[in-house]
């Protein structure tokens, strides 16, 4: 899996490269592909992305579709992608400078992850079992290394 430099790559490779048998990708069977962000304010990423990392509507649930809808889309919330797509783009105090003495923010900064991203389990074997897709070997091959490497999941 190819994915893009920044906060996309520092949050999923990780856990992509542990769910792998080899743990490089295009190895036993598993064809190379690449991730992507894509929503409003990006640019299309096109034919180019295989994945694409989409908003979710905050208050319809609705994920955004890329206008080139070649990828398959992958929703995350508005927040976790705002979060990625413009990390530094939100700024924890006023642009011109601190602020002044005696005001006190009444907003909290954002919260941090304690731990590196793992994902929770039984949502991603859940969700890889009910795939038509999990037939085909390249799939079947990454949910079988996942269970052995996750064996307390089925409990």
Do not use: C, N, Y
């Amino acid at each position: 899996m190819e994915f893009p430099d920044g906060l996309v790559a520092d949050t999923f490779a990780r856990t992509w490269e542990m769910l792998l048998p080899s743990g490089t990708p295009g190895t036993a069977g598993l064809p190379a592909r690449k991730l992507a962000l894509a929503g409003p304010g990006l640019p299309d990423p096109g034919p180019a992305a295989d994945i694409v990392l989409v908003p979710t509507h905050p208050q319809t649930g609705k994920a955004w579709q890329p206008p080139s809808g070649t990828a398959a889309v992958v929703p995350l919330s508005a927040e976790v992608w705002l979060h990625l797509a413009f990390p530094r783009d939100r700024l924890l105090v006023p642009a011109t400078g601190g602020l002044p003495d005696g005001v006190l923010r009444d907003d909290p900064p954002p919260l941090h992850p304690a731990a590196p991203f793992r994902p929770d389990a039984r949502i991603f074997f859940g969700t890889l079992a009910r795939l038509p897709a999990v037939r085909e070997p390249w799939l079947r091959t990454l949910h079988d290394h996942a269970r052995h490497r996750f064996p307390h999941s089925f409990r």
